[in-house]
């Protein structure tokens, strides 16, 4: 199903699919019942109330806007360094060795404040990254405990990721790490030389024994790192083998599609055909049925598409998101990172990105050609808007990725749906006889 508001997944068994289906007219409760199989009016009347605070049923009286949540994050990325010591072959960093000074990171720190506060903002995501991050613990625990006590001051929740290639977390680090509540996000392509084709260091040997010994750390410390996966053609053949591992520790990831960028040396190499990545998916789906976890994966499985809420934008650029350079530049995307529009030194940089119009465009996907009449358009959004421009030289068109996104969509879907029928307990809503019944 694909509620409008919520973006909420239920599985229906048939008579109470036909009930839904009936509301689809804008039938009323009592209209409903005398068209159906159910004589009680309090079931459907119960039925109806769930399906509205699930998202499945709406109000027609009210606008679309008011059934938008409203955004309460956010989410910054502080690029605390530009060095690092690995040479991933897709990255789109420029390597050197400038770090960001201290004075930098704490106006860098007053600068979201400002902006958060401004904005209305009760919640702010701080995402330590390069470079390698890591190579500067001392300089995140500081400008971590700073922004900790601006965010006391300010009332405001404060959490935070670091994000690393996962090369070398000291004992020590992964200690301050937890004592902070500063969650770990890790960077893995692939089991052994899946991995190592991708991720290596600037003497050409591979990274994977390194960062499985890290993973085995931080699991020994109670600390479950979230694994970023960058999928390109080197590691399509491996993926399976990945999600293994994954599957066997529990740990959550999110896959994202190599794109193509300037610092990229081999992009031929690495870029992958629709049918390629669609196959290769649909095994992995195929692997993961066998092995079903209980956690949600609606937001790992597919790129950008989002598939835990109903959005209009992909992504936060121009909305609840800033990249902070470490000069002190702010930009809309990470991945754009040169392209600084304002700086910290701003009131509010937020807002100067918001009414920007030289960088990134995150159009509305209603605004997309080839968008609008689309089942998935609420999910995928589009796709990434720089990924779509560098490609198309556009911001108001359809994603190059569209066609694996309308392919994998429906079948990440029903591995969900396979996921609930697995783990979670049916509501009962009315039960006449053993082949009457309205199930949730």
């Not at 049923?57 to 990325?77: G, H, I, P, Y």
């Not at 605390?80 to 990171?105: F, G, H, P, Q």
């Not at 990545?277 to 092995?291: G, K, L, Y």
């Not at 790992?300 to 992909?314: E, M, P, R, W």
């Amino acid at each position: 199903m694909q509620p409008a508001r919520l973006g909420r997944l239920a599985v229906l068994d048939a008579h109470a699919f036909f009930v839904l289906e009936k509301f689809r007219d804008g039938n009323t409760p009592s209209e409903v019942a005398e068209a159906t199989f159910i004589e009680s009016l309090t079931a459907i009347e119960q039925f109806a109330a769930l399906l509205y605070n699930s998202g499945f049923l709406q109000d027609t009286q009210l606008s679309a806007t008011n059934n938008r949540k409203q955004e309460e994050t956010l989410a910054v990325w502080l690029h605390v360094t530009n060095a690092c010591n690995l040479r991933c072959n897709y990255c789109y960093i420029s390597k050197t060795n400038e770090i960001m000074a201290d004075d930098t990171a704490r106006k860098s720190v007053d600068a979201i404040f400002r902006s958060a506060l401004k904005q209305g903002f009760k919640h702010i995501m701080l995402k330590y990254a390069g470079g390698e991050a890591s190579l500067q613990a001392e300089s995140i625990f500081a400008i971590h405990d700073y922004a900790i006590d601006q965010a006391r001051f300010h009332n405001i929740e404060l959490d935070a990721h670091l994000l690393s290639n996962g090369v070398f977390l000291s004992q020590r680090m992964i200690e301050q790490l937890k004592k902070r509540k500063i969650a770990v996000s890790i960077s893995l392509d692939g089991i052994g030389a899946a991995h190592d084709s991708q991720r290596s260091f600037s003497n050409g040997k591979g990274s994977f024994k390194f960062v499985d010994r890290t993973i085995t750390r931080l699991l020994a410390n109670e600390v479950t790192p979230h694994i970023l996966v960058t999928v390109s053609q080197h590691n399509l053949a491996g993926l399976s083998d990945l999600m293994a591992y994954i599957l066997q520790y529990n740990l959550s990831f999110s896959l994202s599609y190599y794109r193509d960028n300037e610092c990229s040396p081999s992009s031929n190499n690495l870029q992958f055909s629709d049918a390629q990545m669609i196959t290769t998916m649909q095994n992995v789906f195929a692997f993961i049925e066998q092995r079903l976890p209980r956690q949600s994966l609606l937001n790992s499985l597919i790129d950008k598409a989002d598939l835990t809420h109903s959005h209009q934008q992909t992504c936060g650029v121009g909305r609840n998101y800033l990249v902070i350079d470490q000069h002190g530049g702010v930009a809309k995307c990470q991945a754009d990172i040169k392209h600084t529009i304002t700086t910290i030194d701003e009131d509010d940089p937020l807002q100067i990105l918001k009414t920007d119009l030289t960088g990134i465009q995150n159009l509305p996907v209603e605004q997309k050609q080839g968008c609008q009449q689309c089942n998935w358009r609420n999910w995928c959004a589009g796709g990434c808007p720089l990924l779509t421009y560098r490609i198309t030289g556009r911001y108001d068109i359809k994603s190059p990725n569209c066609n694996i996104y309308q392919a994998l969509i429906p079948e990440a879907l029903r591995l969900e749906a396979l996921r609930l029928l697995a783990y979670e307990e049916p509501f009962i809503i009315h039960e006449v006889t053993e082949e009457h019944s309205l199930v949730l």
